[in-house]
């Protein structure tokens, strides 16, 4: 159980590269010469918005992570409260990069 856990925790920073809906979605801005002002500021919010979007979706899976986590030491008692510890340190770290 403590290998699955940690091979979970070490996947996390390749669940967001292999994420399919992750910063591979374009915007769908055209470029107008008359108003290239617009255009980049158009451009610009959109992709705001999409990496609000995609931070809110890796947000939640690792909430989902130290729910599980949390099960299984303290419902499951299948792992230690020692080996979890340093796994949600871990997990905190993510999210505080996030």
Known sequence: MQ???A???NNIPLSLESKPDSCDTRVNVGFNPDDGKG???Q???????RL???SKTESTDLSLKRL????A????NRVTTEE???MLQELEKYEKTL
């Open 3 to 5: 290998m699955q856990l």
């Open 7 to 9: 091979l979970q925790l």
């Open 39 to 41: 255009c980049y500021t």
């Open 43 to 49: 451009l610009f919010n959109q992709a705001v918005e």
């Open 52 to 54: 609000k979007e995609i």
């Open 68 to 71: 599980e986590l949390l099960y």
């Open 73 to 76: 030491s303290n419902v499951l």
């Open 84 to 86: 979890v510890t340093p």
